[in-house]
């Protein structure tokens, strides 16, 4: 995320919580330090989770001049492609389980130098661009821990190479289908929702067809 503040009120918690977006950086561009590209969506945000994004700097004079500016704050996020890592992964504990007795997840994630890249890149243009709009001060939040979680159970051609068919269809278990985000074999520079949707409809349409003709 990335903050301006702005002489006059914007009062950013009005209205739609994302109501614009910037996909000029949307395409790859050799010229550029990095593959892929990304995009900048606006960001309306209340009070409390502004205050919490502002976090880990929670404390002292310079977060109080953040929170005292809110009602002249704008702020937009960066939307980019993170490449995809075979290490990247989600996998059980060997020993520690849960109060139901199944191994607790693992989560391992690392950041591609590509990725690292590409986030220096889009942050100095975004303050470029929140400076050119008029901001006198700028500011960058820190990774926050939430995310669009994509290509745990990713599609594949072949059974070897991932987890479903093109039509989200397990490669090892026929009547088990996938129908979420994890079908992706990479993320984008826009949030999934619509193309989840697509993928599910499209799948939908699949699962009836084989169902009336005994396939499943």
Known sequence: YLYGVFERPVRMYRGIISNGSVRDEAHH???????????????????????????????????????????????????????????????????ENDQHGLPIPCLHLDDHANDIAMKSYACRKGTELLEAAGATRVFQSPPLPVSHNMGTSRMSAEPEDGVVNRWGQSHEIPNLFVSDGSVFTSSMAGNPTLTIVALVLRQAAYIIEIMRSNQL
């Open 29 to 95: 561009d050799e010229s550029r330090s990095f593959a892929g590209g990304f995009n900048y969506s606006s960001v309306g945000l209340g009070l409390p989770f502004y205050a919490a994004f502002l976090s880990p700097r929670s404390w002292g004079r310079d977060y109080a001049d953040w929170i005292e500016a809110y009602e002249h704050v704008s702020g937009m996020h960066v939307l980019g492609e993170d490449l995809a890592m075979a290490d990247n992964r989600i996998t059980l504990h060997p020993s």
